[in-house]
């Protein structure tokens, strides 16, 4: 895996939450508190996570086969997934039939001290582990918000692991909150409830990983800065005079597809026409190294054909570009597209 894969922010969350899981677990036997096995599950299910971060980062180095001639590049994307899904059922659910469990049959909490000095531990554990999550995220981040960072990275650990980390640490309040009122007022039930906001929480991040790693499967195209990148350097104004239109897609965080129909001159041999491909190529390549597997099919540019809708390979599919508008015939507004629908 790559650096911005943030395998230090991965390792760094799994440790911390494997010597948490244990801490939780030990208060658990000692206390009897629901909380504290809720967030030991929660603990164990995110050490698990990491440990599905790490495997798919490794399977996604593979080389291509005949039989996946692109390669394992989304596999990264697949064991985000998978993440999302352990984190609903194993984390969330369990977590909010435990407080379920614990309001309709409330009891004291036994030795206060440990759930209370485990969840001490614990959150400062979590503040490290989220602090090197966020300081590999700056890495990459740029000028972007938060939020716009974990809908449009093309990447699915360091988002996986931030939101991981911070569900942990409110989570780790709650619980810290639930022990503190059971234990203020003597009612068990609010032990309970904390414990079930833990569920909840938990719940809800797991459906906005599966939203998020759901747009990365189907296939994202570049982002915008990227697009235009690819459209500044496939363009010389002499070999290739225009885009006539363009689709790229993501074969995996690292790994770019782009595939375009360019106009080149009438008058051009097919030698001619083959270096100016290759020229272009290389430009493209220059200009994103991302951008691994390029195909280029020449053409002539038709400006009446286009107006009419029936320049070749312009109007074949809805949503084709006609060609008229250089930001249209680009696909200037792909990148745009898949964000703006839901990731």
């Known amino acids: 895996m790559s650096a911005s894969g943030g395998t230090k922010a991965i390792v760094a969350a799994l440790a911390a939450n494997l010597s948490i899981a244990v801490a939780k677990f030990v208060a658990f036997l000692f206390s009897g508190s629901s909380s504290m096995l809720a967030e030991s ?9 990491q440990g599905l971060l790490l495997l798919g980062g490794k399977r996604a180095k593979r080389e291509a086969t005949p039989e996946h001639p692109f390669g394992y590049g989304r596999e990264r994307y697949i064991y985000a997934f998978l993440v999302s899904i ?7 659910m369990f977590a909010v039939y435990e407080g379920y469990e614990k309001i309709k049959h409330p009891h004291e909490i036994e030795a206060w001290y440990w759930p209370v000095g485990v969840l001490v531990f614990a ?3 979590e503040i490290f582990s989220f602090r090197t999550a966020i300081k590999e995220s700056n890495l990459t981040r740029g000028d972007r918000s938060w939020t716009e960072f974990v809908r449009r990275s093309k990447a699915p650990e360091l988002p996986v692991v931030l939101l991981e980390d911070l569900g942990a640490l409110v989570g780790l309040i709650l619980a810290l909150g639930g022990v503190g009122l059971a234990l203020a007022t003597g009612n068990g039930v609010w032990d309970g409830i904390g414990t079930l906001c833990i569920g909840i929480l938990l719940i809800l991040i797991a459906i906005v990983l599966a939203v998020e790693t759901k747009s990365l499967l189907l296939g994202e195209s570049a982002g915008l800065e990227d697009v235009e990148k690819i459209k500044a350097a496939m363009v010389d104004g002499d070999t290739v005079t225009r885009i006539i239109h363009m689709r790229t897609l993501h074969l995996g965080p690292e790994e770019l ?7 080149v001159r009438h008058d051009e041999t097919a030698a001619e026409v083959a270096d100016a491909i290759n020229a272009a190529e290389n430009r493209i390549r220059a200009a994103v190294p991302i951008a691994r597997v390029i195909y280029l099919e020449p053409d002539i540019y038709n400006a009446e054909a286009a107006a009419n809708g029936s320049n070749p390979g312009t109007a074949a599919a809805p949503g084709t570009a006609t060609g008229v508008s250089t930001d249209k015939a680009t696909g200037t507004d792909e990148g745009a597209a898949a964000k703006d629908s839901g990731h």
């Open 41 to 49: 599950v929660h603990s164990l299910a995110d050490s698990g996570n």
């Open 86 to 92: 352990v984190l609903f059922s194993v984390g969330g």
């Open 257 to 263: 597809l782009v595939a375009a129909k360019i106009a």
């Open 123 to 125: 959150i400062i554990a």
